[in-house]
């Protein structure tokens, strides 16, 4: 499993590339607008992630179930 919270640069994909099962599970930080989560996982998915399932997080009507 990867936590990503802060920038990621192109040699930081690359380590997470070569480290990578089809097992991994990533989450994102900050995952709301255009913050770094969402650029993360679009930058992510244009490189490693291409056969892997983007789960968005809750929203309100979710949350309130808990």
Avoid: Y
Wanted: without cysteine; negative net charge; proline residues 5%.
């Amino acid at each position: 499993m990867f936590d990503f919270d802060g920038r990621l640069s192109d040699p930081d994909i690359a380590i997470i590339s070569a480290s990578m099962s089809q097992n991994t599970v990533v989450a994102l930080d900050d995952f709301e607008g255009i913050e770094k989560g969402v650029l993360h996982a679009l930058s992510l998915k244009q490189t490693i992630f291409r056969d892997h399932i983007l789960i968005l997080p809750p929203n309100g009507t979710g949350l309130r179930l808990w």
